[in-house]
């Protein structure tokens, strides 16, 4: 079945350092992929997401490609900040017709210290 | 306000007691979901409904009843809570119009402990 892997953090950078988590998913034909954010002790809340392949979702000041060759959903952000601070989880939906369900990726731990 | 809401945000029980978490959206979005969040594991679909009277399993439906006799409301009901339903619950709710792109959107979660 389909199937979504994050690096294992916690990912503990300073302030201003530049950010990568990487998610590579496993899925038939080309799903959507999302990244969501969750804040301490908030739900979750859609960060960015692509739709096909090539595309770039970005907000925030956050980026992400849709890489079909490589099966990857990488996110970036140039210059963190101590607010980044947050868990971090990629998901797809897949590409078989009509309305589909999220996976979720097990989550990224993102500290940022000042 | 608008948005979506769960009650209670912290519940704790004891083994074998019937546990009713309640979901609530005001923006008449035709789909729900719940899911569990538990460490090493991330979020797993427990159940979703689609519409009113309309509801199919998740990855991991054993132990929990769910109903939607509203749009609006979602509850999820532990029959017989056992220690392994220690967790954090979210619910969520999307339009979905049918577009492979549906944004979820998410409720603050309820920290259920199972004693």
């Known amino acids: 079945g389909d199937s979504v892997t994050q690096m294992e953090g916690p990912v503990t950078l300073s302030e201003e350092a530049f950010l990568t988590i990487n998610c590579t998913y496993t899925?038939?034909?080309?799903?959507?992929l999302f990244w969501y954010v969750q804040y301490p002790g908030e739900g979750l809340q859609l960060l960015l997401k692509?739709?096909?392949?090539?595309d770039k979702g970005s907000n925030k000041g956050f980026e992400a490609t849709y890489r079909k060759e490589t099966t990857s959903f990488h996110l970036e952000k140039g210059s963190v900040q101590v607010s980044d601070s947050a868990v971090y989880f990629c998901?797809?939906?897949?590409?078989?017709?009509?309305?589909?369900?999220?996976?979720f990726g097990k989550g990224t731990m993102l500290l940022v210290s000042p | 306000d608008a948005g979506i809401t769960q009650s209670p945000r912290y519940k704790i029980t004891e083994t074998g007691r019937q546990v009713t978490l309640m979901c609530h959206q005001t923006w008449s979005h035709s789909y729900m979901f719940w899911y569990r969040q538990d460490l090493g594991h991330g979020l797993r679909l427990i159940y979703y409904?689609?519409?009113?009277?309309?509801?199919d399993k998740g990855e991991v439906p054993d132990g929990y009843v769910v109903s939607r006799s509203k749009t609006e409301n979602f509850p999820l009901t532990l029959e017989s809570a056992t220690r392994s339903q220690t967790s954090v619950y979210f619910c969520?709710?999307?339009?979905?119009?049918?577009?492979?792109?549906?944004?979820?959107?998410f409720g603050p979660g309820t920290r259920l402990l199972v004693l």
């Open positions: 969520a709710s999307s339009p979905g119009a049918g577009g492979l792109q549906e944004t979820q959107y």
């Open positions: 998901a797809l939906t897949p590409s078989s017709g009509g309305y589909s369900t999220l996976t």
């Open positions: 899925a038939t034909g080309y799903p959507s």
């Open positions: 692509a739709t096909k392949a090539d």
């Open positions: 409904s689609a519409a009113a009277d309309i509801t």
